[in-house]
């Protein structure tokens, strides 16, 4: 049974990237250049990096006998995940969803009082949204559980 609530938390903590490829945009570097001021007005960098963390500790918390791994998962993520190794990638994401006057807009509003304090708690936030989505998933885990159990079963038999 442990094995398999393992199985489960992995399939589920990497599914979180799990998303279907789209074909390529093509941006000049002025949008990207927009969108990196953007990244720097919000500070994306450091919350990254406290984001992967917390999103590891989290993991952790929920499934404690990960913790014996948290080294070697924060170095797999920091490699892949960090803001450093996708920075590009989310700024395509950003420019897929946003126009360059959007981006400027919404570096002006960074730069506002409101702006500024949205972006002093957004990781707060957000560890806070991570925190409430583990506990309803560990709370419910043994529901999951079964309902794997139930499908391997059925699976089995055929």
Not at 69 to 89: G, P, T, V, W
Not at 106 to 130: C, E, H, W
Not at 132 to 157: D, F, G, S, W, Y
Request: positive net charge.
């Amino acid at each position: 049974m442990k094995k398999i609530g393992f199985m489960v938390v992995m399939l589920a903590f990497f599914a979180f990237g799990a998303m279907a490829e789209e074909v390529a945009k093509t941006y000049s570097d002025a949008d990207y250049q927009t969108v990196y001021q953007l990244f720097d007005v919000m500070n994306l960098k450091q919350e990254r990096e406290e984001t992967v963390k917390n999103m590891l500790d989290i993991q952790i918390r929920s499934m404690p006998m990960l913790g014996q791994f948290r080294q070697e998962m924060l170095d797999f993520m920091n490699k892949y995940i960090s803001y450093d190794a996708i920075r590009k990638d989310l700024a395509v994401i950003y420019l897929k969803y946003f126009s360059v006057d959007d981006l400027k807009g919404l570096i002006a509003f960074y730069q506002t009082p409101i702006g500024k304090k949205y972006l002093s708690v957004t990781t707060k936030l957000n560890n806070d949204i991570m925190t409430l989505v583990a506990r309803k998933m560990q709370e419910h885990r043994e529901e999951l559980q079964q309902m794997i159990m139930t499908k391997m079963q059925q699976t089995e038999k055929k």
